[in-house]
């Protein structure tokens, strides 16, 4: 048995949760210029990464996403954490980091319709969202390298 055989699904959720992790991860990151400045935006196919509505949409899209997702997991693990589940979070560090890219997006996204937020809280918030999305990326690539043990049943 395969650890996608406990998940909802199948392997088609944990596909399409990695998949948004990375839009996110690289609309973010896109979001400031580097995809321009390291030439990224100049690889075949690659010329909308230098466009900031492309990539602002993108990200709020790919967001809006991941918390569809991650409801969905929650709501039928009835708010557990079943370490069966084999795409989305399983520890407290995960939900600790997106709990905090949540809340300082949270925060930008409100900023950006218009409401006013002190400047030295916007820094905050940037620094937050921006920390915690890289500690999610070195967990991300870290868990590449770890092998996961089969549920028990």
Do not use: E
Not at 2 to 29: C, E, M, N, T
Not at 80 to 102: E, H, M, V
């Amino acid at each position: 048995m395969s650890r996608h055989d406990y998940s909802p699904g199948g392997k088609l959720p944990a596909v399409i949760w990695r998949i948004l992790l990375g839009a996110a991860l690289f609309s973010g990151f896109g979001q400031m210029p580097i995809t321009k400045r390291y030439y990224i935006a100049d690889l075949p196919l690659m010329g909308w990464a230098a466009d900031f509505f492309v990539v602002s949409t993108m990200h709020y899209l790919s967001a809006a996403l991941i918390l569809f997702m991650l409801a969905w997991r929650l709501v039928l693990s009835r708010g557990l954490l079943d370490q069966r589940w084999s795409w989305g979070p399983r520890a407290k560090w995960t939900f600790t980091l997106l709990a905090l890219l949540i809340i300082s997006g949270a925060f930008k996204a409100v900023r950006n319709t218009g409401f006013f937020l002190p400047p030295a809280l916007l820094v905050i918030l940037d620094f937050m969202h921006l920390g915690s999305a890289v500690a999610m990326l070195i967990t991300m690539i870290a868990s590449l390298f770890r092998s996961k043990p089969l549920p028990q049943t």
